[in-house]
């Protein structure tokens, strides 16, 4: 069964800071993985998605990388923002459906 | 673009009582499914549908029943609310033809409380 761990669960920085989010994931046979963002009490809105043959994506101050082999991937956010603040959730795929497996999230708060 | 629409989005229940979550999209997307989220955790994969007369189970079904009738629509149903079923739930869709990326459009989500 894949499983998907999100570290850390929380984290605070002040602005201007770049960041690294983690997510690993125990079984490699993945069709993709997908970085969402989940403002308090609202859905999820994709951020990123990386195909299982690709190394990386790029989208603003967003960079998502992801090593199938050792079961992990990065979300770097470059100068981070108060308006960064929320929830991170990252996602593996296993076929091109909609069978996702979440992470727990990470819970981001950027302090001015 | 409405995109995936959910209703209610706010709903109180009684121990016992049914009820449907509505989700309806826009985008002609053949893949549509159904998650929960329960505090401080990820999403958990309730039902999922691949087409019109399609379903299948995810990693939490019990208590839960689906159908899928058109390629728009693909409700929920709680048959007897139990209050371990109070949870955020959420809908959503993919396209499922060529070049499919697996990329998911999520609804708003219903935030359900059952007493």
């Known amino acids: 069964k894949q499983e998907v761990t999100q570290i850390p669960a929380a984290l605070s920085v002040p602005e201007g800071e770049n960041l690294v989010l983690n997510c690993s994931f125990t079984?490699?046979?993945?069709?993709?993985l997908q970085w969402f963002r989940q403002d308090p009490g609202k859905g999820l809105t994709s951020l990123l998605l990386?195909?299982?043959?690709?190394r990386e994506q790029t989208s603003g101050r967003l960079n998502a990388s992801l090593d199938k082999s050792s079961g992990r991937s990065t979300l770097y956010i470059a100068a981070s923002q108060p308006g960064d603040s929320a929830t991170y959730l990252c996602?593996?795929?296993?076929?091109?459906?909609?069978?996702?497996?979440f992470g727990g999230g990470t819970r981001l708060m950027v302090k001015p | 673009n409405a995109g995936v629409t959910q209703t209610p989005k706010f709903q109180v229940l009684k121990t016992g009582q049914s009820m449907t979550l509505q989700c309806a999209q826009d985008?002609?997307?053949?893949?549509m499914s159904w998650y929960r989220q329960d505090p401080g955790m990820g999403l958990r994969l309730i039902h999922y549908?691949?087409?019109?007369?399609?379903?299948d189970q995810g990693e939490v079904p019990n208590g839960y029943n689906v159908s899928r009738s058109t390629t728009e629509d693909f409700p929920l149903r709680l048959l007897s609310a139990a209050p371990s079923q109070t949870s955020v739930y959420f809908c959503?869709?993919?396209?499922?033809?060529?070049?499919?990326?697996?990329?998911?459009?999520f609804g708003e989500g219903s935030r359900l409380t059952v007493l």
């Open positions: 959503a869709s993919s396209y499922s033809g060529r070049g499919n990326t697996g990329e998911l459009f």
């Open positions: 079984d490699s046979a993945i069709y993709n």
């Open positions: 990386i195909q299982s043959s690709q």
């Open positions: 996602a593996v795929g296993l076929w091109a459906g909609n069978m996702l497996t």
């Open positions: 985008m002609n997307h053949e893949y």
């Open positions: 549908s691949v087409g019109a007369g399609i379903t």
